[in-house]
């Protein structure tokens, strides 16, 4: 039956825990269940700037090729006990919101804010499907208007969700053409190693993989037992995921990230998470300064307390992104691809500590980044978690999941972008920042490049982070501060 049929119709799903059996492939996957769960029940969040004002005819009419995805015309249904995705006609009014501003606000960035953060106090309608757009004719800073796009995380993971945004975009300088983004190299296997030292660099490899493997599934039985980080001016309490949230960003160069990257032999990851740890130890080291009869025995020359126990959670997706044309043909052809929530979990140590040398910060960081790329914690997080959930239930997962996540300190992530400008329905794109709310975390950071730039988002718990924009801040003066540390030795090579 079509999306447009008035009469409920079973929806067939792309879950990861499909079947060839049609009555499985409508079951929700384990880790979209676990998205509901009492204790983890998550939200994306996605803003984008325009430098025009919106059309909202344009841009609702354009939205209505999301109703051939077969996430965006289905409700979640409980019944049996099971929970399934079911699919329904799609009232467009239900879905993209447009209210009357008043075009002279005098603060229109803290209204913009406010709106945003009051969207966190409410959950989305389960009698119908998890999405919504809200349009915002309000100019600030950075945009003409703004648009607001809220969805249930069980409706996939956010790699799937932003490539099915950039799905619905075209690049300005060809409103016929998909955005490109660029994809991974992979190392060149055609190396001039003879075939005895590539067997024993394969053994060498498989040692390592499994003493990182068991290692890190110690760690995670031991966080899950016993182990918990410091708690520190940014670690929230046990029930943080109930808060409403606050959601800034910065936009900073692309270009500098690159520049460290080429200088330093790491990739672009490596740089975002060693700009991260210099910036929060730069915000940690202020906010225990501000109390100083607090932190007790501290690191020299600082504020910050010795032997700090600080770690990220970051999720990992184990299944290639679904191609940006894909989705745009599954949209205008109603044809099929794989779809869901096929996520692992990774724990990050990070150091926080005053450097004498800024390039430490990256250097520490592609140190851990190449460790974990020897490990199968991700897939291990991932099967655990789908058998939890088939043994004890969602409920009880969502549990477990929320104790391990919060003996951590807060959340990470980070997209790759389209390489050019794009516009979305004719409104040409400023920027985008994704964020994620709902889980047990006063701190969510999220790295997004798009075209030149790359936007810093964070989503706070104002009640534990009230000054979010010095975080934002401290982490924009510790790109500067690295970038010029490489410019100063005369490392920096041209940018590519």
């Given at each position: 039956?079509?999306?447009?049929?008035?009469?409920?119709?079973?929806?067939s799903?792309?879950?990861?825990?499909?079947?060839?059996e049609?009555?499985?492939?409508?079951?929700?996957?384990?880790?979209?269940?676990?998205f509901?769960?009492p204790?983890?029940?998550c939200?994306?969040?996605?803003?984008?700037?325009?430098?025009?004002?919106?059309?909202?005819?344009?841009?609702?009419?354009?939205?209505?090729?999301?109703?051939?995805?077969?996430?965006?015309?289905?409700?979640?249904?409980d019944g049996?006990?099971?929970?399934?995705?079911?699919?329904?006609?799609?009232?467009?009014?239900?879905?993209?919101?447009?209210?009357?501003?008043n075009?002279?606000?005098?603060?229109?960035?803290?209204?913009?804010?406010?709106?945003?953060?009051?969207?966190?106090?409410?959950?989305?309608?389960?009698?119908?499907?998890?999405?919504?757009?809200?349009?915002?004719?309000?100019?600030?800073?950075?945009?003409?208007?703004?648009?607001?796009?809220?969805m249930h995380?069980?409706?996939?993971?956010g790699?799937?969700?932003?490539?099915?945004?950039?799905?619905?975009?075209?690049?300005?300088?060809?409103?016929?053409?998909?955005?490109?983004v660029?994809?991974?190299?992979?190392?060149?296997?055609?190396?001039?190693?003879?075939?005895?030292?590539?067997?024993?660099?394969?053994?060498?490899?498989?040692?390592?993989?499994?003493?990182?493997?068991?290692?890190?599934?110690?760690?995670?039985?031991?966080?899950?037992?016993?182990?918990?980080?410091?708690?520190?001016?940014i670690?929230?309490?046990?029930?943080?995921?109930?808060?409403?949230?606050?959601?800034l960003?910065?936009?900073?160069?692309?270009?500098?990230?690159?520049?460290?990257?080429?200088?330093?032999?790491?990739?672009?990851?490596?740089?975002?998470?060693?700009?991260?740890?210099?910036?929060?130890?730069?915000?940690?080291?202020?906010?225990?300064?501000q109390?100083?009869?607090d932190?007790?025995?501290?690191?020299?020359?600082?504020?910050?307390?010795?032997?700090?126990?600080?770690?990220?959670?970051?999720l990992?997706?184990?299944?290639?992104?679904?191609?940006?044309?894909?989705?745009a043909?599954?949209?205008?052809?109603?044809s099929?691809?794989?779809?869901?929530?096929?996520?692992?979990?990774?724990?990050?140590?990070?150091t926080?500590?005053?450097?004498?040398?800024?390039?430490?910060?990256?250097?520490?960081?592609?140190?851990?980044?190449?460790?974990?790329?020897?490990?199968?914690?991700?897939?291990?997080?991932?099967?655990?978690?789908?058998?939890?959930?088939?043994?004890?239930?969602?409920?009880a997962?969502?549990?477990?999941?929320?104790?391990?996540?919060?003996?951590?300190?807060?959340?990470f992530?980070?997209?790759?972008?389209?390489?050019?400008?794009?516009?979305?329905?004719g409104?040409q794109?400023?920027?985008?920042?994704?964020?994620?709310?709902?889980?047990?975390?006063?701190?969510?950071?999220?790295?997004?490049?798009?075209a030149?730039?790359?936007?810093?988002c964070?989503?706070?718990?104002?009640?534990?982070?009230p000054?979010?924009?010095?975080?934002?801040?401290?982490?924009?003066?510790?790109?500067?501060?690295?970038?010029?540390?490489?410019?100063?030795?005369?490392?920096?090579?041209?940018?590519v």
């Amino acid at each position: 039956m079509e999306p447009e049929a008035t009469m409920e119709a079973t929806c067939s799903s792309h879950e990861e825990s499909s079947t060839k059996e049609d009555h499985h492939r409508l079951i929700l996957s384990p880790a979209s269940r676990l998205f509901h769960s009492p204790r983890f029940n998550c939200y994306i969040v996605i803003i984008m700037g325009f430098k025009t004002r919106i059309d909202s005819n344009i841009v609702k009419n354009g939205l209505k090729v999301l109703h051939n995805h077969p996430r965006f015309s289905c409700r979640l249904d409980d019944g049996g006990g099971k929970k399934r995705w079911i699919q329904v006609s799609v009232n467009q009014e239900d879905h993209v919101f447009v209210p009357t501003l008043n075009s002279k606000t005098e603060h229109p960035e803290e209204f913009v804010e406010n709106y945003i953060s009051n969207l966190t106090a409410s959950p989305l309608d389960l009698s119908k499907p998890l999405w919504e757009v809200h349009l915002l004719n309000v100019k600030t800073s950075n945009a003409e208007g703004l648009a607001v796009i809220r969805m249930h995380h069980s409706m996939g993971d956010g790699a799937s969700l932003m490539s099915l945004l950039l799905a619905c975009t075209r690049k300005t300088s060809d409103p016929n053409a998909l955005p490109s983004v660029p994809t991974q190299k992979r190392a060149d296997s055609s190396s001039d190693l003879g075939w005895f030292w590539r067997f024993i660099l394969a053994i060498w490899y498989g040692i390592t993989l499994i003493a990182n493997t068991l290692v890190d599934i110690m760690l995670f039985i031991a966080t899950l037992l016993f182990l918990t980080d410091t708690e520190t001016p940014i670690k929230g309490s046990s029930d943080v995921h109930l808060t409403t949230k606050r959601f800034l960003h910065r936009t900073v160069s692309m270009n500098h990230i690159k520049q460290v990257k080429n200088a330093m032999g790491t990739t672009v990851n490596d740089v975002v998470l060693g700009v991260t740890q210099a910036g929060l130890s730069r915000y940690l080291n202020r906010r225990y300064g501000q109390n100083v009869k607090d932190v007790g025995t501290k690191q020299e020359g600082s504020n910050l307390p010795k032997n700090m126990h600080v770690r990220a959670n970051i999720l990992v997706n184990l299944r290639p992104t679904v191609g940006i044309q894909d989705l745009a043909d599954m949209m205008a052809k109603k044809s099929k691809v794989r779809w869901g929530n096929c996520i692992g979990y990774i724990l990050i140590p990070f150091t926080i500590a005053l450097q004498d040398d800024p390039l430490d910060y990256v250097r520490g960081a592609k140190a851990v980044i190449d460790r974990k790329k020897h490990s199968l914690e991700a897939f291990f997080t991932y099967l655990t978690a789908n058998l939890l959930i088939k043994i004890i239930g969602a409920k009880a997962a969502g549990v477990l999941a929320h104790r391990i996540i919060s003996h951590s300190t807060f959340s990470f992530s980070n997209l790759v972008g389209p390489q050019e400008e794009i516009s979305f329905y004719g409104h040409q794109i400023t920027f985008m920042s994704p964020h994620v709310y709902g889980h047990p975390h006063a701190l969510h950071m999220h790295w997004q490049s798009y075209a030149d730039e790359m936007t810093v988002c964070l989503t706070v718990d104002p009640n534990v982070i009230p000054d979010p924009e010095k975080l934002l801040d401290d982490l924009e003066e510790s790109l500067k501060l690295i970038s010029h540390a490489v410019m100063e030795r005369g490392l920096a090579v041209d940018v590519v």
